[in-house]
């Protein structure tokens, strides 16, 4: 008899943990690490909050437009590149 009820009790802790590893293997799965946001910034994305990015108008590196040179119109990503030639 005491066996048993151990034998249901066991059983019990065993399902509530079987269940409680699967909604937690399964849940950040479902709402994503919210990168795609991130990676999607890196373009000429015209977000709100996201800084504006620019590129040198003679290496061609991307940078943050408030961080640009400007001469000419064209954004330079510094004062070394402003005096050489635009590719
Ligand atoms: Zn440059």
Do not use: T
Request: charged share 20%; aromatic share 6%.
């Amino acid at each position: 008899m005491m066996m048993r009820l151990l034998f249901w009790i066991a059983l019990g802790i065993l399902v509530v943990f079987a269940i409680r590893s699967k909604l937690r293997g399964s849940l950040p799965r479902q709402s994503g690490p919210g990168a795609p946001r991130d990676v999607q910034g890196e373009g000429e994305g015209e977000g709100g909050q996201g800084e504006r990015m620019v590129s040198c108008a003679h290496c061609h590196l991307y940078f943050p437009a408030s961080e640009a040179v400007r001469a000419d119109g064209l954004d330079y990503c510094s004062p070394a590149h402003v005096r050489l030639p635009a590719r």
